[in-house]
């Protein structure tokens, strides 16, 4: 399940979440956008419960795309442990983005963490 993400709903579903969300930034005029959303659908599944998987459209949610500094989509980030951490700003197949998520979970090196901010 991907759970569609507004900037009205990020503190509940996102900052306040027990567990890991991925959050996959999109717009509605990305043609490469469209391709990563089966992937993140499948990655939701094989996840289940231990990550969350979130869709914010880019266009429609000022104060996210603001809040992360979204220059280009797609854009994946994932927020762990109070952290922001940038995966990927471009098309990437579904076992590179599982590889990623992984690697950071499992305390995999993450240089660009930023500390997340409520909305």
């Known amino acids: 399940?991907?759970?569609e993400i507004t900037d009205s709903t990020f503190n509940q579903?996102?900052?306040d979440?027990?567990?890991p969300?991925?959050?996959l930034f999109t717009a509605g005029w990305c043609t490469f956008c469209g391709d990563m959303v089966p992937r993140v659908e499948n990655l939701s599944d094989k996840f289940d419960n231990t990550v969350k998987f979130c869709i914010v459209n880019s266009d429609e949610q000022r104060?996210?795309?603001?809040?992360?500094?979204?220059a280009a989509v797609p854009y994946i980030v994932l927020i762990y442990k109070g952290m922001k951490i940038p995966l990927f700003d471009e098309i990437v197949t579904e076992k590179r983005?599982?590889?990623r998520i992984i690697?950071?979970?499992?305390?995999g090196e993450t240089p660009t963490a930023t500390p997340l901010k409520r909305l």
């Open 13 to 15: 579903e996102v900052a």
């Open 63 to 70: 104060a996210l795309r603001i809040a992360f500094a979204v």
């Open 103 to 107: 690697c950071v979970l499992n305390g």
């Open 21 to 23: 969300c991925v959050i």
């Open 1 to 3: 399940m991907i759970y």
């Open 17 to 19: 979440s027990n567990v």
């Open 97 to 99: 983005l599982e590889e």
